[in-house]
């Protein structure tokens, strides 16, 4: 697991994705405390502050499947996961073949590459 | 053959025409699903990524579990449907003929019908890009499908053009997918698309968005070999001199959408110039009895908004069939709603006279970006009926505004509402 949300050295423009607006966010590691200016509202900082500290995704993409009525499976893992990560859970998943008959939430993957998230199938799949 | 007669029929079992569904039965009306492909859910399941769900489910999902629950909800329903059935013509007085390989040409009598056959992309065909024809040009809808669902890759290394939500999203699916995309290409000098999709999609992957650019040559013979593309002025003339070659085996093309239209033109329904057909604020078509709703009305942002509409067209459906089917009701009188300046168009068409003590909703999109403005309703002698402050507009986000016009006061001879997106007064001040 990482370490708890260490504050990273140095400075960062962030380009909030809250709304469209699309603010250009400047967040700085000033001697252990977090500055971030340029944001319009509380959702943009705390986007901010998060992308800074520790920038996660929710992983979406697909998994071969043995003997079903489509060759793949749409999957997500159920939390974000790291961004760093991203790579490496892709490749664990790319190795990765199910059986049909699947039900849409089942996990396919338990704890995936180690990280406290599960891979779980985004659709119902019948056997072919 | 076979002849089937049924209260309602919904032409698509897409996102729209599962949602008009399942509100038709659960007004105890009878109701049948044509759908052409081999399951129910249309464009949505091969939408995988997430970002779906937020204003119907207030959860965010991805595009396949969003659809999962309308499909189970379908079946808990009964909702009769017909896969692998494609309808090959619909008469003025709502008759559908369709053909499938178990029965072959089949005719369906219906009181009234709901058309949910969404939309198609654009092809190279629409943006005239000469040269040979080589393997390796899609529209990134049809990559989708191929990587998301059939399981195959179009190709290696990619150039994309237009930045609209599909062709970042294509381009950051390839990404994880181990391919490269060497380049996004826009003709407009902004991004088209959401800007998260800019920021996760291409920032996140290091691909270069090329704004006022477009593709003018395409290099292969029997499988593309690379791209010219060119700088376009102000006019999206191209600019001579400012060509750059980009190596790739395959392009993609994301350069809009635009509503299947072929059967309700057939039909006889008016079809609106900007896109799909014309409707009342029933979103009912000039035939009566014949609705539309999803992205073959006009095309939408998100599937959430597909789905409010479809419910919409669903209880109208059931309105009809309850109140005025078979009755011979004049249609009443119509104010006519005009797109103004900066508005590329507006959604109803229409509005019946005498539905003014109803919620009217509009939806619109602007033909370009702005800041600070104002969004206002005139009517045809150019009397101010309603305005709102808006901070930004941009084509990417269809607009919504729901007024109950008698609210507002109206000359009841008007004869159309014009909408039109303005800079704010105080601007002009400002900036003196």
Redesign the interface.
Known sequence: MMSESKIPEGSKEI?C?VC???CLVHVENVNGELVIEGHSCNRGEEYAREEFIAPK??L???I?VENG????I?V?SNTPIP?EK?QET?KEIAGTKVKAPIK?GDILIKNVIGLDANIIA???LIEA | MNKYSVDVTVIGGGSAGLAAAIIVKKANLNVLILERDKELGGITLQCIHNGFGLHEFKEELTGPEYVQRFINQAVELDIAYKLDTMVIEITSDKVIYAVNNKEGLIEIKTKAIILAMGCREKTRGAINIPGFRPAGIYTAGQAQRFVNIEGYLPGRSYVILGSGDIGMIIARRLTWEGCQVKAVVEIQPYVSGLIRNEVQCLEDYGIPLITSYTVTKIHGKDRVQGVTISKVDRNFDRVIGSEKFIECDTLLLSVGLIPENELTREAGAEISEMGGPVVDNNLETTIEGVFACGNVLQVHDLVDLVTAEAKRAGLNAVDYIKNRYDKKIERKEIIKCIAGENVNYVKPDLINRSDLSKDVIFTFRVKRPDRRLLIQFKDDKNRIIYKRKRSYVIPSEMLEIKLNLNEFNIDSNIKSIEIEVIPRPEVLIEED
Do not use: A, C, H, V
């Not at chain 1, 009525?69 to 793949?72: A, M, Q, S």
């Open positions: 380009r994705i469209p607006t699309g995704r929710i979406t993409t697909t071969r009525f489509l060759p793949l749409p997500r961004k991203l892709l849409m985004s659709r119902d």
